[in-house]
Structures are given as structure tokens and as C-alpha cells.
């Protein structure tokens, strides 16, 4: 199980810890000694000519260990230009973390891979590969959970900036539509309280085997039988609060007033990078949070045939009392109030039936 702190307290920041890595070379190199220039200025408090003024002073000295060159000093550069953009996107990407929170080394290589995403033209996955290569070099394993979600949201809002700005001629309009078939899509499926969505999903599952299913992250402890990361992943109270603070959660929840329950954030965003069609199955507190954590999510709620019949099968299943189904009744009537909140209502007739609905909805039969 993974442990995740808040960063450093302010009388921390001014020091780093550093494991070489002597595998560094070409761009990788350079970004390690942006980050010794931006580090350096970041405790000096330099602004604008003066982080210029520092790089020049890198250059010029001769010493036994490789000079920052054009990459390195390209990123310092930018940076130094930029550099009210530059925070004030890394702070909308962590609005519950801002910069003066986080430690020295987390704030450099944050604003390298911004640069990098907004400036340079740098691929997401590389930028994310190559700063966390710097964070397990210059600061703690721990801290890389949080420069991935941030730079991911980083991504996110950059290209939604600029997307009124973009070339929409008939060239860069099919250049587009091929970038947008290689995305996956993310859908949160929601239902009534006992309408047996969790028996369709798993039918889905059975059809398409390659499809991404969210794990949960969640304060319980684990069942006989149940393995961290695959059915859930098991945490602390402390370390979910971490993932609250660090907004690296999709949505969250208290169940039964005892235990909490999420969906991590950076899972969910990388499945999609990578083209896989995500679902999140979710109740529908959660579906409202995701509705404005990830707006682009596509939203599915499956219908009971009818209430009465909801009732029976409740029944039928025999696995509540009397008391926990009237509950449950109850609950389901409120779900069943909001469908029309959601982009896609399936009644489950039978499970057959529905799974159909969901593969056309998802486009997986071509």
C-alpha cells in the first residue's frame, strides 16, 4: 500500500534530497539542470531578468559536470518569460494546494512540465514520464501521485484554453477528428438502488474483457478473498484525506456513515489518453460529482422495468430484511426522480437486453 504525505512544511523546503542518476543524457539531462536553475531561483525569490541573469552565470561557468544547454536553458528561459501563466495554470490545476503550500523541488519541476505542455509541444505522457524521473531523483517517491494528477489537469485546461483558438480549417478540422478517435471516452453508469446494474457491467465485461473498469479507493478494510488494487485499493484515513486535499479524487463519498469510498482521478484521465473506454460505476451522489469533476464523462442510468418489479426482485434476492429493503425502496425512488439528469437512460428488462443498449451506447459493435 502506498503512503501519501502532504509536502514538506516551508523550513523543509529550502533542502532536497538527491539520488544521481547516471543514466541521464540528451533532453533528460537537460531537464535536471533546468530544475538546478529554477530550484536555485525559487530560493532566492528571483523574478523575470534575474532567473535570466542566473542561467547566463550557469553558462558561462566552466565546471566538471555537464553545462545546462539549449533544451535546459530554453525551459528557464520560457519559464522566465512566462512565469505568471505558467503558476497561475499549475495553481488552477491543484486549486486546493496552491503553490506556497508545496515544496521547492515539487513547484520546479511543475513549472518544467508546464512549460513543456503549454511552450514546447511536449507530449502529456513524456512530460509526466520525465518530471516524475525527477521527483524519485530529487524528492520523495511519495510526491509523485501529485505532480501526475496536476499535470494532467494541466493538460486538461490548456487544451480547453486554447481551443477557441485553434485552426479550423478543413485540414486542421480532419487532423481533429482522427486525434479525437484515438481518446477514449469515459462513461459513469448509475441506476436505482437494487436495479442490478452491477450484474450488466459484469456481462459487458464478459463480451469486452478489454475495457477499463475503475477501482475504488477506499478507508475499509479488506475482506477474506479481496486484493488490494484489484478490488479496491486499501488506504488509510490519513491517506485519503491526503487525496482530498490533493484534488486527486473524481468523487467521494461516506457509506453507511462509517467507511469512505473514491474514484481516483489519474487512473481514470490515463485510461482515456491512452484511447480504452473507461466506466466508473457509480451511485448517483457520485455521478453529481463526476458530472463536474469530468464534465466530458458520459452519464448512463439503467431503469428498473417498473417499480413494482424493482420490489420483487429485492425480494426475490432474499439478502435484506424487511427494514433494509423498505430502505432501499426508498432510495430508489429518489434515484429513479433524477434520470434526467443523465445523457443515456436504459430500462433492464433483462440483462441481455440491457447489456445491448450499453454496447451501442459505447459504440464497441462498429
Request: charged share 30%; hydrophobic share 35%.
Amino acid at each position: 500500500m502506498n503512503t501519501l504525505t502532504v509536502p514538506d512544511t516551508p523550513e523543509k523546503q529550502h533542502t532536497r534530497k538527491h539520488r544521481p542518476n547516471p543514466k541521464r543524457s540528451g533532453r533528460s539531462l537537460q531537464r535536471s539542470r533546468a530544475l538546478d536553475v529554477l530550484f536555485e531561483a525559487d530560493t532566492k525569490s528571483m523574478r523575470g531578468e534575474e532567473i535570466i541573469e542566473l542561467l547566463n552565470a550557469r553558462q558561462s561557468v566552466s565546471t566538471s559536470h555537464t553545462p545546462i544547454g539549449d533544451y535546459g536553458a530554453t525551459i528557464v528561459r520560457t519559464y522566465a518569460e512566462w512565469e505568471d501563466d505558467v503558476d497561475s495554470i499549475i495553481e488552477a490545476a491543484s486549486p486546493t494546494w496552491a503553490l506556497d503550500r508545496m515544496t521547492i523541488v515539487e513547484r520546479s519541476v511543475l513549472r518544467i512540465g508546464a512549460v513543456e505542455l503549454m511552450y514546447l509541444d511536449v507530449d502529456l505522457p513524456i512530460v509526466v514520464k520525465e518530471v516524475n524521473s525527477l521527483v524519485r531523483e530529487f524528492s520523495e517517491e511519495k510526491a509523485i501521485k501529485f505532480t501526475t494528477g496536476i499535470l494532467n489537469r494541466i493538460s486538461e485546461i490548456y487544451t480547453m484554453e486554447r481551443s477557441g483558438l485553434e485552426d479550423h480549417s478543413p485540414a486542421a478540422q480532419a487532423s481533429d477528428t482522427q486525434a479525437s478517435a484515438t481518446k477514449g471516452r469515459v462513461f459513469v453508469v448509475a441506476g436505482a438502488s437494487g436495479v442490478g446494474k452491477g450484474t450488466v457491467l459484469r456481462e459487458l465485461r464478459s463480451r469486452y474483457p478489454e475495457l477499463w473498469y475503475s477501482v475504488s479507493v477506499t478507508t475499509r478494510d479488506p475482506r477474506p478473498g479481496e486484493v488490494d488494487g484489484v478490488d479496491y485499493h486499501f488506504v488509510s484515513d490519513a491517506e485519503f484525506d491526503c487525496l482530498i486535499e490533493r484534488d486527486e479524487l473524481l468523487e467521494y463519498a461516506v457509506v453507511h456513515g462509517m467507511h469512505r469510498y473514491g474514484t481516483l482521478r489519474e487512473p481514470v484521465i490515463e485510461a482515456s489518453t491512452q484511447g480504452k473506454i473507461a466506466i466508473l460505476e457509480l451511485d448517483l451522489a457520485g455521478a453529481r460529482q463526476v458530472r463536474k469533476s469530468l464534465p466530458e464523462a458520459e452519464q448512463i442510468f439503467i431503469l428498473p422495468p417498473s417499480f413494482e418489479e424493482l420490489e420483487a426482485r429485492l425480494v426475490g434476492r432474499g439478502t435484506e430484511s424487511a427494514q433494509e429493503r423498505s430502505r432501499r425502496l426508498e432510495t430508489a425512488r429518489e434515484e429513479i426522480a433524477a434520470q434526467d439528469e443523465f445523457d443515456y437512460v436504459i430500462t433492464n428488462s433483462t440483462v441481455a437486453q440491457a447489456t445491448d443498449e450499453l454496447i451501442n451506447i459505447m459504440h464497441l459493435n462498429g
